[in-house]
């Protein structure tokens, strides 16, 4: 990553100049540039809609973990951002998140699976581990890692490990539900959701269930083209550039394995990080191959010329990954 890249996503939007000099240039929060970066952010226009979207919470009833548009995936947005419980609004939406725990302890979501596909057909407060993790690791980011109920999700899903990663699990209000694929995979998006939050964890992050994790993942990589679990692909379209980082594709799987210091000495990654790494232009700059309608409002929500904050996700993986 050379100077020139730097001082062209210093020209960015108020949260890419923010993350910047947080993540890219290692500069403390009460540094007076970070301070005014932050204060912008929160100013920013995009940013006060995301989070007035997110005051409305849950809003509408989950009916595709994929859609870039569901509220829980923006959550996960912002908290990535570094906006937490000291900021007034985030405050209030964590606290409408938490105030639905299932008995079993994930946060639930209205969701309605329709009886074809197992589930009753009704709007029902539930979970699955499509979704409870991402909630779980926002939760975490925006402070609330010490909150006994955030531990009891935590430690709940966590405890869902089989020796091959986590499964396509619910909850018992969604009846007989589950992807389409043998029980006994894994799920490779829940599997990436589970690692998420484990990163966050210190006690976790070292542990068994990281291990498996990482390595499920990587193992699906070195076998991209004979093993593909409940219909996770890692082929031309898994491999294209996109943000924001939400679901099951090279960028993300390589944003959350890149925080697990032994995973980045293998192989296995170096060759994705390989993939990514190719695909910036001489001054390190990223173009979006593909994107979220949703997010047309975004500068990474457009396929003709390089984006700063697509930019800004691929060198924060790239300076994670050289770094001991």
Excluded at 206 to 231: C, F, N
Excluded at 249 to 263: E, M, N, P, T, Y
């Amino acid at each position: 990553m050379n100077n020139k890249t730097i001082e062209w996503l210093l020209e960015g939007d108020a949260w890419i100049q923010y993350r910047t000099r947080i993540d890219l240039l290692g500069q403390a929060e009460d540094d007076p540039q970070v301070r005014a970066a932050r204060k912008a952010m929160l100013a920013d226009p995009k940013i006060q809609t995301l989070l007035a979207e997110l005051a409305d919470w849950p809003g509408a009833v989950l009916n595709s973990h994929k859609s870039a548009s569901q509220p829980f995936h923006k959550l996960a947005f912002v908290a990535d951002l570094g906006l937490n419980v000291s900021d007034a609004p985030v405050k209030a939406i964590a606290q409408k998140v938490m105030a639905h725990p299932s008995e079993q302890g994930p946060f639930q979501l209205p969701t309605n699976v329709p009886t074809h596909f197992g589930g009753s057909g009704r709007d029902e407060w539930a979970w699955a581990l499509c979704d409870a993790p991402i909630l779980a690791s926002a939760l975490v980011r925006m402070g609330l890692g010490d909150d006994p109920r955030v531990q009891t999700a935590i430690q709940y899903l966590a405890g869902l490990l089989r020796e091959n990663g986590w499964p396509c699990a619910v909850s018992p209000e969604l009846g007989k539900f589950r992807g389409p694929g043998r029980k006994d995979d894994p799920c490779p998006f829940a599997t990436l959701a589970m690692l998420k939050v484990i990163s966050r964890v210190p006690e976790l992050r070292e542990g068994r269930s990281a291990q498996i994790g990482v390595e499920t993942l990587l193992t699906l990589w070195d076998k991209s083209q004979e093993r593909h679990p409940y219909m996770f692909f890692m082929g031309t379209d898994f491999r294209k550039l996109k943000a924001p980082l939400f679901w099951y594709d090279i960028l993300h799987v390589l944003d959350i394995l890149s925080r697990f210091k032994w995973a980045r000495q293998d192989e296995r990654f170096q060759d994705m990080l390989g993939v990514v790494a190719s695909k910036a232009d001489s001054d390190g700059r990223c173009t979006p191959e593909s994107i979220w309608t949703a997010w047309k409002d975004w500068d990474f929500s457009q396929k003709k010329v390089p984006s700063r904050g697509l930019t800004f996700f691929v060198q924060r993986v790239l300076k994670r990954s050289i770094t001991a």
